[in-house]
């Protein structure tokens, strides 16, 4: 990766997701988020990327999640992709907020049925008191909504991350890494600032 690189983040961003999606055999969208409460106590859970572009990352989660609600408190977060494979991976940092309805409505009618009662049926991050109540609650909102389509929940929608700070990782021998960053210059949504960092 020693050549000049593209002055944009998310084109870099695109071809290695790429590569990861040729070469990984599971889930190459994986990616870790980083949350903290409002008084900055940390928590990091792995998530599914949903949707990329320039105007972000998108995955989704149950608002009255701890993440969800993490969130809400704080709207910065970060995410981390490994592929450990291709001995890549990429950090982001940025600012978050909801998707509009219409987009969590689309995502939410492409899941599985059973995907779509889940989010209904789990108290996400709540306590559980046996496997056997939360399968009874899925049955009970399966028996509810019969034959009908199943609508999304009001507590679950997307978020999109907005970054502005992205590091690229490419493993060396002699843990001579390679660091590549873009900063988002000051008041701007569209120029980003490259740089290099020492291993």
Do not use: C
Not at 62 to 77: D, F, I, M, V, Y
């Amino acid at each position: 990766m020693t050549q000049a690189q593209p002055d944009d983040p998310f084109v870099l961003f695109s071809r290695w997701l790429a590569e990861a999606e040729a070469g990984e055999p599971h889930d190459a969208n994986a990616m870790a988020l980083a949350t903290a409460r409002a008084d900055g106590s940390p928590s990091v859970r792995m998530v599914l990327l949903k949707d990329v572009s320039d105007e972000g990352f998108v995955f989704y989660t149950n608002a009255e999640s701890r993440k969800g609600e993490e969130l809400t408190a704080n709207p910065q977060a970060a995410l981390l992709f490994h592929w450990k494979s291709l001995r890549r991976q990429i950090r982001i940092e940025g600012r978050v907020h909801p998707v509009k309805g219409a987009e969590a409505d689309r995502y939410f009618a492409s899941r599985g049925r059973g995907s779509q009662i889940g989010a209904w049926a789990s108290l996400q991050s709540r306590p559980l008191p046996s496997r056997e109540e939360l399968e009874r609650r899925t049955a009970d909102f399966d028996k509810d909504f019969g034959g009908n389509a199943v609508p999304r929940p009001p507590h679950w929608y997307g978020w999109r991350l907005v970054p502005d700070a992205f590091e690229f990782w490419v493993d060396r021998r002699d843990r001579l890494h390679e660091r590549y960053t873009y900063r988002r210059k000051s008041g701007s949504d569209e120029a980003w600032t490259q740089g290099m960092l020492y291993p």
